[in-house]
């Protein structure tokens, strides 16, 4: 089956922790991206990458950070230093013509 | 840098009706996709247009590229209570390498 899978589907935690994302992808995708939504708004791109072992910064990169060990995975650590961490983060690959979304993961932080 | 903006934020129909949402970037795109994200869920691909004054159907769904590469739109004839949702455009600009997302169009259908 192939797709991209994206754990826990819901993650709370208190403020002042660090959380890592998981992101996983088996469609041999090169490019990877990490998005926030916030209710009602659009997907502002925190992080992307286009090879393995490279990663770009987007929109919202503070706070946050990345890795691109392996072709498959692109995980994103939310750091203490996120003053607004909790929101639903999309991961998506791509290929030339199109985004493919995993399913989300809702963090919350109290 | 590169802005895609779309317009309306909001959209309410009566079932039946027509819809249309307009995207528009600050600079030429080398191509646009358009995603629609239902309630709950996570944004999927619907189409990707890349040729100056495309226009392509799916359905009752009409996504055109202007002439000048720069806008794009999305119409849905007759809307269905399945049509429920937000429709995001996306560009990728002739000297980008990442896709610019719209804020998107929720559509609510009344019954």
């Known amino acids: 089956d192939g797709g991209i899978t994206q754990s826990p589907k819901y993650l709370f935690r208190k403020e002042g922790q660090n959380v890592t994302l998981s992101c996983e992808q088996n469609?041999?995708?090169?490019?990877m991206y990490w998005y926030r939504q916030d209710p009602g708004q659009g997907l502002r791109l925190i992080y992307y990458?286009?090879?393995?072992?490279?990663?770009q910064k987007g929109d919202i990169a503070e706070g946050y950070s990345v890795s691109r060990e392996k072709k498959e995975s692109f995980p994103l650590t939310v750091t203490s230093a996120q003053k607004n961490p909790t929101a639903f983060y999309l991961c998506a690959s791509s290929s030339i013509n199109e985004q493919y979304f995993g399913p989300g993961t809702r963090l919350t932080v109290t | 840098g590169q802005q895609v903006m779309q317009i309306p934020q909001y959209q309410h129909v009566q079932e039946g009706e027509d819809f249309t949402t307009y995207c528009n970037s600050s600079t030429t795109l080398s191509n646009i996709q358009w995603y629609k994200q239902r309630p709950g869920g996570h944004p999927v691909f619907l189409i990707q247009l890349v040729k100056s004054g495309e226009v392509k159907k799916q359905k009752r769904l009409t996504f055109q590229f202007g002439e000048a590469k720069k806008n794009s739109s999305l119409h849905i004839t007759a809307t269905q209570t399945t049509d429920v949702g937000t429709y995001f455009c996306a560009g990728l600009g002739d000297r980008d390498d990442k896709i610019i997302f719209g804020k998107g169009t929720r559509l609510h259908i009344l019954p």
């Open positions: 469609l041999n995708h090169d490019a």
């Open positions: 990458s286009q090879i393995v072992n490279d990663f």
